[in-house]
């Protein structure tokens, strides 16, 4: 089973964690966050990340996603990546956590893939037309 690491700011990670739980109806095996605090020193934090990755790696491989690309928890990321085996994503969201999950049994490339087009395809203008705006009547 791939495992599935977020990587983010405060409790920004277990916030997606509780709401992955909710619409799914179930907490996934092998899903954790690592909090970045403010103050954290990014080398202290690195060997917890990869104790972390070591937990989660069962051999199927561990997605790890994070939440601002160039920020700490991302780059961070960068440090544990390995080709094929430990991939990053940046930008994570709830859609992009949903779909990874659907496609979680289909190999980590696949699933890398499912979680990008999730996140992106996640993002939608909401254009109410006017009458379904009308109030009233």
């Known amino acids: 089973m791939i495992g599935v690491l977020i990587i983010a700011h405060e409790d920004f990670g277990d916030s997606l964690i509780r709401c992955v739980t909710h619409v799914l109806g179930?907490?996934?095996p092998k899903f954790e966050?690592?909090?970045?605090?403010p103050g954290d020193d990014p080398r202290d934090l690195l060997p917890r990340a990869q104790a972390m990755i070591t937990a989660l790696d069962d051999g199927d491989g561990v997605l790890v996603v994070s939440d601002l690309f160039g920020?700490?928890?991302?780059?961070?990321?960068?440090?544990?990546?390995?080709?094929?085996?430990?991939?990053g994503i940046s930008g994570v969201s709830l859609p992009m956590l949903v779909r990874a999950f659907t496609y979680r049994n289909k190999g980590l490339e696949t699933m890398v893939k499912k979680a990008v087009s999730g996140g992106c395809e996640g993002v939608l203008h909401i254009d109410v037309e006017p009458q379904h705006a009308k109030t009233g009547s």
């Open 33 to 37: 966050a690592l909090a970045v605090q």
């Open 26 to 28: 179930a907490r996934q």
């Open 71 to 87: 920020a700490t928890p991302c780059n961070l990321c960068c440090k544990l990546l390995k080709p094929g085996h430990i991939e």
